[in-house]
């Protein structure tokens, strides 16, 4: 196997590089990515796809999960239990350090703690503060962020007949306008120098403890084919599921994206215009979805709660399943959609198995 350990440079250059690719859809409302990844074309990258249902012509029900498990809309009771099966405690237990890494006024200084601690979970989370600061300080989103007549990109691809405010009223842009003053605050005093030193901190003591995430980054900068892994990059994803830490699995989901984005292409409803942009865009956040049942922080204040609210207008409710549940009604679209891969997502997840997701091994 490859040297796990990671050098500075090549930590931080691993999330930029993800980060350009997982969030390149979020630069334009109006623009699709054209560039899904060439696995994305692999006989395993269709394996999944299934013909999808028409959009939503009102709210409709859903079982995206929101935060309170007793709340309208929360995800089917046989995947409760295996969400809870994940972990030896509690729902949240193993993750309540990364909420409380979330809430501080300065990422810079949580991530620096974070990399500080013996806490592995927050070792490897130390990836998805960074990459959430190294996104949100370009200039191109600070001029967005703080400008009024910014409009986000709504979760399918814009037609001429769509209107241009996507907002009911003043209140949803006024809390977005809120959300995205303290996205630009958090990341305010955010430092490049010291988040290379920070990340490799973070990753040397992930590889000393034996965990999965060194061998995750490795994967990024390999050359591979989803739909044909060797043995050892099967391995490495089946290890990764195994683990069930949602610092290691958001950067699997950067992996993994161009064929869960091709999947959910080919489950695009036939009303979509554009079934490759409704892919690209949705796939992650179901991905996001899955990992808030196995603990990670969701609520309306969490980094992929703020990203969702900037980029797609997803501001409404008091987390990340509430907020997607009305954006995607508001774009007519069926959330139920959305649920349906979620709850694929963390069945392979929680069943340690990358099949699931629709990777193979090479043949012999």
Known sequence: ???????????????????????????????????????????????????????????????IRALDPNAPGAMPGQLQAAAASATSRPRGGRFDRLAELQARNSLAAAIREAAGTDDPAAHSFVLEMVDFCLRNTAAKTKAQATAASYVPARLRATTAKDAPELFRDAAERTRMQESNRAMLESCSEFNLANAKVDVDSAVQKLAARGA????????????????????????????ALTERDVGTLAVLGQVLQPLMSNIMANRAPATITDARYYGDVNAPLAWQLALCQLGAPCGRDSLWARDACFYYGACTGEDLASALRAALTRDGLNPALLDKQAEQYLRAITGGDPMALGLRRKKP
């Open 1 to 63: 196997m490859r040297q796990r350990s990671l050098s500075v440079l090549l930590g931080v250059l691993v999330l930029a590089v993800g980060a350009a690719y997982w969030w390149t859809t979020r630069d334009s409302a109006d623009a699709p990515l054209r560039n899904a990844g060439k696995a994305a074309a692999t006989p395993g990258a269709n394996s999944g796809a299934a013909a999808g249902t028409g959009a939503a012509a009102g709210p409709v029900a859903s079982t």
């Open 212 to 239: 999965t995430l060194p061998a995750v980054m490795n994967l990024m900068t390999s050359q591979f084919d989803l739909g044909s892994l060797t043995v050892e990059q099967f391995d490495i994803v089946s290890r």
